[in-house]
């Protein structure tokens, strides 16, 4: 063996990057190691098509932690944010919903679909913009481990006990509502307008395998308030050069504090002797040495592929195993001749701007609740619900002159289809998604150049995702927090010593975050190996 | 108007509101109870009665049934899944549907009755105050973690991790035989409007266990409302609807329906839902609490009634859940406004009452004011004729408020007022409105007697 690392991490996805970023700037010698030829993992921007450039998989960055772009200095790195300011529904009447960057014109857009929406709009946007603050400091926070009697997570328990006894009373009751009740619940007791609370709701559902009417997708509606600025209800961001950018960024700003990063390089193995990791074992089968092995991969592969049957206690094991995936969404990436025209607003909107947002196809509430109902049973979504966006028109450098390119993210696609996944079905289930995009904007078909359609089954096979779960695992109530990945062992430590988990599937996940990485560095540091 | 014959008036001669009554009576006030219906209901008390309850009010001429086998579920091959009182039984039963789940009932029996032995705890007091400064009330609640510690790590992972779960996902955890976890499952969406895969149902199926033993997953069934009617020490008057009466933020006693008589008292305590309790002095009510009073959700689901077969069959409770997607879809044509296309049947035959052999009928989900062809479709359920089937139409929630996690203990009836207090100076609540809920027959009205004296 060569030179032996002070740490090694698996996988060049963004957590991964940061938590090589973070060590390496601590003076630690890093390499991180990619299976596919760039680095990314599900944020990766490719030229699929001649001349047409994708966000393949994650598409909008919204809640990428301000310290983390701060001190890794990303915009120095090459990452430019735009902002994706509105959001437009289509009605299945020919009407819309839309919400615009301007909280006003939202307001008088929402007084024409009900007085008394508009009316409650404000108070509600206080109420969750309260709410996320005091959520906040959860997501840059190690999990107390409430089983434990060490002093440490004796105190950090009482800490957040009194954290939010701070919030008062009635804080306090919403946050246990938004906690355990359904969005469709929650909303209901705000709105009556029932476009509005598909469309809030459809955002809490998305990469659950949870329907608008299930308990626990309120909670969601808080992490759209926590990236938001200036009263935009769903603030959302666009990379420039698309989230590949922020992959890229995040990369440089790692070999600028000395990383190396290497591609086309997976790990098929972690090495393990008495009970510590000692390094890795490539698929080349070149053996790499290292004093702390970092896992950014989703717990099912970091610890039931990596390492052998016999490293981890039994319990752990079946904890692991238990832990949830369930991949519910899918993608179909579109190349067009040119933008589609929206029945509901025919000219685009003043200035085009319907196309400069996202499109929401969550029409009513039964409708998302009625694609869920498909997938429940198994199969996708005759009608899925679908968040659309035009990135070329963000950035132009997405397509070439004139033409466009579409990301639709939708849902529901299930990762256990009943007879499985094959061709014929991912083109069934793109046509699906197609003809319902049609439905709205007739003439859309006509337009597709070139379409690419991915399933669960696909984001499992090309980044390695287990089920293609879009969060490294779900993010429902009892896996989140101390009990991320498993209860006893969600401070980022395995039972492997120098064997350190860092990816989404650790708290608080989800989402083009960084957080679980950067905390998994700290950790790590703390450690001192 | 009346003079004042009265320190308390207690709305409804259910259970709670009979134990309230009692307990008020005890403490040496003079109660009367108003009770809405002419005739004293005779079905079956269903849920586990807290042996506190009994032994405070010395309740005598109590049946209490533990029907064994305490389910039986017909399988798709023929036959039956009978699951006993005794372990052995059940074991044996399981065991030839599934070896691998006979293997881990035992265990899973085991760490449920663990869990329900700490809501058991929290149900026989008020709900522990979050907002407290109150050192006694601290250390209750100190008392509380304390004990749910000593139960072991496993308890309190287990804890966290289960209560906000779908009773699919737990049950998906251990179980592989679709005829156990239908039926099982059925407990977990009891009176709930939502499906196995619902995220709280967990709880809901562990709520009523509490008080079963280990291994036994029905609650209990007795006449405890009767025996309480039974009882000396306080005055009861039938066939007259109460409302609430309040002034200056005051309860002054309650006026009868018909005939428009005043009753004045300083004390209501009402066993009837918060909603409707609330309404007519709605006026008197801060807007805020009145918001959280409208957004109580009581979504009625399930239709009662009974059966009469020709001949009295051989089981105690008969289950049609054959597995958690018929749940799952029965709680899908309810979320679209229908009633089931086949819906969750439960036929529970009872000693109590009117004599032997009474079988009562438990059909989820319904949606009030439905009901078209759905006696057709219980009778076909049960392989029997539309005439041996009497549904009463679906009223809002039985437990006045459902039983997810959102609306439980200190959410209990709604935010902050979880104390049987309300807004309005001498007007309590002890109903299943309150925690901890419906399907524990005496115990919101014990804590609730408690809290006020």
């Known amino acids: ?52 450039k994708f966000t393949m998989f994650s598409y909008v960055v919204s809640l990428l932690r301000p310290e983390i772009i701060r001190d890794l200095d990303l915009p120095r790195h090459g990452l430019h944010i735009l902002p994706l300011e509105s959001t437009v529904t289509p009605m299945e009447n ?65 800490k957040l006990g009194k954290h939010f006894r701070g919030l008062g009373a009635e804080r306090l009751h919403a946050l246990v509502k938004l906690m355990t009740m359904s969005s469709a ?29 299930s308990p626990g997708t309120a909670y969601v509606l808080l992490h759209h308030y926590m990236g938001e600025l200036d009263g935009v209800f769903r603030a959302w961001g666009f990379a420039k050069g698309g989230t590949g950018a922020v992959s890229e960024a995040i990369a440089s700003a790692a070999r600028s504090f000395g990383a190396e990063i290497r591609c086309d390089a997976g790990v098929s193995k972690v090495l393990v002797t008495n009970g510590k990791a000692t390094g890795v074992v490539l698929e080349n089968g070149d053996e790499l040495a290292a004093a702390t092995v970092v896992s950014s991969l989703d717990p099912r592969r970091t610890f039931l592929q990596l390492l052998e049957a016999g490293d981890l206690p039994d319990d752990f094991v079946s904890d692991i195993k238990r832990f949830k995936f369930r991949g519910s969404s899918g993608k179909v990436n579109i190349a067009l001749d040119s933008l589609p025209t929206f029945t509901c607003m025919p000219d685009g909107g003043p200035g085009g701007r319907l196309h400069r947002g996202a499109v929401s196809i969550s029409p009513s509430l039964e409708y998302v609740e009625r694609a869920y109902d498909d997938a429940k049973y198994g199969e996708f979504s005759r009608r899925p619900y679908m968040d659309i966006v035009f990135p070329s028109m963000i950035d132009p450098g997405m397509a070439p002159p004139g033409k466009h390119v579409m990301s639709i993210f939708v849902q529901y696609a299930p990762y256990k ?76 430590a395995t039972p492997v010593r120098a064997y350190y988990q860092c990816g989404s599937g650790t708290h608080p996940g989800g989402g083009i975050m960084g957080a679980s990485g950067r905390l998994a560095a700290m950790r790590i540091l703390k450690d001192g190996t | 108007m009346s003079e004042q014959r009265y320190d308390a008036i207690v709305i409804g001669a259910g259970a709670n509101g009979l134990v309230t009554a009692h307990a008020l009576a005890r403490a040496g006030k003079r109660v009367l109870v108003v009770e809405q219906h002419q005739n004293p209901d005779t079905t079956a008390d269903i849920g586990w009665v807290p042996p506190r309850v009994i032994q405070e009010l010395g309740v005598r001429n109590l049946l209490l049934e533990e029907p064994d086998p305490w389910l039986t579920a017909p399988l798709p091959s023929g036959g039956a899944l009978e699951l006993s009182r005794d372990m052995g039984k059940s074991l044996e039963a399981i065991r030839r549907i599934s070896p691998a789940d006979a293997v881990k009932w035992p265990e899973f029996s085991a760490r449920m009755h663990r869990l329900a032995s700490v809501l058991e705890k929290l149900y026989l007091a008020p709900p522990p105050d979050i907002e407290t400064r109150d050192p006694r009330e601290l250390a209750r609640i100190g008392g509380l973690g304390l004990y749910v510690r000593r139960l ?25 035989s679709d005829a156990l976890k239908g039926a099982l499952g059925a407990l977990g969406i009891w009176h709930l409007k939502q499906g196995p895969r619902s995220g709280g149902t967990a709880f809901n199926f562990l ?15 007795s006449n405890v409302t009767q025996a309480l009617a039974g009882m ?17 933020g005051r309860a002054s006693g309650v006026s009868l329906d018909k005939s428009g008589e005043t009753i004045l008292s300083p004390m209501v305590v009402s066993s009837a839902d918060p909603r409707s309790t609330l309404k007519p002095v709605a006026i008197e009510l801060d807007p805020e609490f009145a918001r959280a009073v409208g957004n109580i959700k009581a979504r009625g689901v399930v239709a009662r009634g009974t059966f009469e077969p020709e001949t009295t069959p051989a089981y105690w409770n008969l289950c049609i859940a054959p597995s958690l997607d018929y749940l799952e879809r029965a709680y899908d044509d309810s979320k679209y406004g229908q009633d089931s296309a086949a819906p969750y049947v439960e036929v529970q035959r009872t000693n109590g009452g009117g004599g032997g052999g009474r079988l009562e009928l438990h059909v989820q989900y319904v949606v009030p004011g439905t009901h078209e062809g759905l006696t057709e479709r219980v009778a076909q359920a049960l392989h029997a004729r539309p005439d041996q089937i009497a549904l009463q139409p679906a009223h809002e929630s039985l437990y006045h408020g459902e039983l997810t996690l959102d609306q439980i203990l200190f959410m209990r009836p709604v935010p902050g007022w979880s104390r049987y207090r309300t807004p309005i100076e001498g007007l309590y609540l002890c109903g299943s409105g309150t925690h901890p809920g419906g399907g524990i027959p005496g115990a919101a009205g014990r804590n609730a007697a408690r809290e006020i004296v």
């Open chain 1, 1 to 52: 063996m060569a030179k032996r690392y002070d740490a090694i991490i698996i996988g060049g996805g963004h957590n991964g990057l940061v938590t090589a970023a973070y060590l390496a700037r601590a003076g630690k010698s890093v390499l991180a190691l990619e299976r596919r030829p760039r680095v990314g993992g599900a944020a990766v921007t490719e030229e699929i098509f001649p001349g047409f």
């Open chain 1, 94 to 158: 020919g009407n819309y919903l839309a919400a615009w960057a301007d909280h006003d014109e939202t307001r008088r857009e929402l007084y024409r679909h009900s007085p008394r929406d508009a009316e409650a709009y404000d108070e509600y946007g206080h109420l969750m913009h309260f709410m996320a603050r005091a959520v906040k400091p959860i997501l840059s926070m190690v999990p107390p481990d409430p089983t434990s009697f060490a002093p440490g997570d004796l105190f950090a328990l009482l």
């Open chain 1, 185 to 213: 619940d929650f909303l209901d007791e705000w709105f009556e307008t029932d476009v509005l609370k598909a469309t809030k709701s459809a955002s809490g559902i998305i990469g659950t395998f949870l329907g608008p009417r």
């Open chain 1, 417 to 492: 289809l009943n007879g499985g996944w094959t061709d014929a079905k991912r083109e069934a289930f793109g046509d699906a998604v197609v003809n319902t995009v049609e439905s709205f904007a007739p003439g859309f078909k006509s337009k597709i150049l070139h379409r690419q359609v991915i399933t669960p089954l696909d984001i499992e096979r090309i980044t390695g995702l287990s089920e293609g779960n879009i969060f490294a695992g779900e993010l429902a109530l009892h896996q989140l927090f101390f009990l991320r990945p498993a209860a006893g062992w969600a401070k980022f």
């Open chain 2, 152 to 176: 072991g790590k496993q308890a309190v992972i287990d804890l966290a991790r289960i209560l906000p779960m779908s009773i699919a996902e737990l049950l998906d955890d251990w179980f592989e």
């Open chain 2, 207 to 221: 709520h009523h266990h509490v008080g079963s033993p280990a291994g036994v997953f029905r609650p209990a069934r």
């Open chain 2, 232 to 248: 000396n020490g306080i005055e009861v008057r039938r066939g007259a609807r109460a409302t609430v009466l309040a002034k200056n």
